[in-house]
């Protein structure tokens, strides 16, 4: 277990005491009806732990990326859907316009994020998944701003969020610049929320189809790294490091959630006459999926650990974090489940609930494939294009 100040630690325990005595008893319930936990989140609100890591000075408690990711674990063994919305409120648009942002961008984003807001992150399309820099939404350069067109899908927090971090094809004078990152409120004219995506887990969050349809957004709404609109993805991709310690935290948390119940049943449950404990099939089961978990949480606490104060976090170490974590908790849940027999596979348990919202970690924000390409590049000291253009390659022909 990882050293933490005594301001960390407190968060960590207010995060356990909540998931504990309030949101482990409402998981099920909004799993089962796939709605956004409202009042989970007001309680979230009230212990701080949304919009902890904002600065004080703009009313948040400036916590460090530590504190905010021991709270997201604890949250996870109980709630997974709640610990994402702590994820979203402390990382992610949020953290990329307090970093790049003008002084009333940040105010915005904080005083949306303390008043309850989770942030929605608008990146993915139809056509550009992994291949995020092909999208093909347009922000088209008018007098006093631009004007956005295109769709987004898979946008967790669809018809929720107020606050939308939408990235965009800067097209100025007929030419394509690069990609920004334009900030928008949900109402806003040309901003339309589309088809919800009926998922396997996570169900309280939607997500949902963003559309976009002469979406006006105003010089003060573009997020500016570096004095260029077009720098925008390049620079998110930086924030985005943070987010995805955020998600490698709720991994772990699920999967730490799953092996203590394990743990428990085995103790609990008799067959043949004895504890379940007592079978060493079992327990090398068990002190498989310890290993894993410790080996996991490791990776979870350095990543954390990395961020300068306000910065954020080794890009390998946070890619690295979150192939391990997202790997462990799918297989972690599963063998849980394993161990309780049937009674894992009964929804009357968490178990095939925990099974389910762990699965996605492998895949939203960064496959597990495409993180190893990023940490392979990082090993190798070279870029790695994927397009055939970029490699020279010819596409590959079948076979006579
Ligand atoms: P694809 O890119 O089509 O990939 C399909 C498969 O091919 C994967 O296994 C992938 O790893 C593999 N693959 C693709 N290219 C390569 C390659 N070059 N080398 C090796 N393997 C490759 N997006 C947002 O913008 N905002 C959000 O809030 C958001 N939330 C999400 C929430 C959930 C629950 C999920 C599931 C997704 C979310 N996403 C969001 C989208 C997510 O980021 C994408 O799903 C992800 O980037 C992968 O894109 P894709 O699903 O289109 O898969």
């Not at 589309?194 to 003060?220: H, K, N």
């Not at 799918?330 to 609930?353: C, I, M, W």
């Not at 996605?360 to 390409?373: D, E, H, Y």
Request: hydrophobic share 45%.
């Amino acid at each position: 277990m990882v050293d933490l100040t005594q301001s960390e630690d407190a968060i960590r325990r207010t995060a356990r005491h909540l998931a504990e005595t309030v949101f482990a008893g409402r998981a099920a319930e909004i799993d089962r009806e796939e709605r956004y936990p409202w009042e989970n989140v007001e309680a979230l609100r009230d212990a701080g732990l949304t919009g902890m890591t904002i600065p004080i000075a703009l009313g948040g408690r400036g916590a460090s990326l530590l504190a905010a990711v021991a709270a997201v674990t604890e949250i996870a063994r109980h709630c997974a859907v709640s610990a994402r919305i702590v994820v979203e409120t402390n990382m992610g648009a949020l953290g990329a316009i307090l970093a790049y942002g003008t002084d009333a961008q940040k105010r915005l984003a904080a005083d949306l994020v303390l008043a309850g807001d989770k942030p929605a992150i608008c990146i993915t399309e139809p056509g550009a998944g992994s291949a995020a820099t092909q999208m093909a939404t347009t922000a088209r350069r008018v007098a006093g701003g631009y004007v956005l067109d295109g769709a987004k899908h898979w946008i967790t927090g669809g018809g929720v969020s107020r606050l939308h971090l939408i990235f965009a094809r800067v097209i100025e004078g007929g030419r394509d610049r690069g990609i920004g990152a334009f900030i928008a409120l949900r109402g806003a004219e040309g901003l339309g929320i589309g088809r919800r995506e009926p998922t396997m887990g996570l169900r309280g969050i939607p997500e949902t189809e963003i559309l976009l349809d002469g979406l006006f957004v105003a010089d003060d709404m573009v997020l500016i790294p570096e004095g260029d609109p077009a720098r925008g993805f390049a620079k998110l991709m930086t924030a985005y490091n943070a987010q995805r310690v955020g998600a490698a935290a709720v991994a772990l948390g699920i999967a730490q959630g799953a092996f203590g119940l394990a743990r428990d049943y085995l103790r609990e449950r008799e067959q043949f006459g004895r504890p379940l404990a007592e079978f060493q099939g079992l327990q090398w089961i068990l002190a498989d999926m310890s290993v894993a978990l410790a080996a996991a949480e490791a990776l979870v606490w350095r990543a954390a650990r990395s961020a300068p104060a306000g910065g954020f976090p080794d890009m390998t170490y946070a890619a690295q974090a979150k192939i391990l974590a997202a790997e462990t908790a799918v297989k972690v849940t599963n063998d849980a489940l394993q161990l309780h027999g049937a009674a894992g596979y009964s929804r009357a348990r968490p178990l095939e609930r925990m099974v389910r919202d762990a699965r996605m970690f492998t895949i939203g924000g960064g496959t597990a494939q495409v993180l190893r390409t990023q940490v392979a590049s990082a090993e190798l000291g070279l870029k790695l294009p994927q397009t055939r253009a970029a490699r020279g390659d010819a596409p590959a022909t079948p076979l006579p």
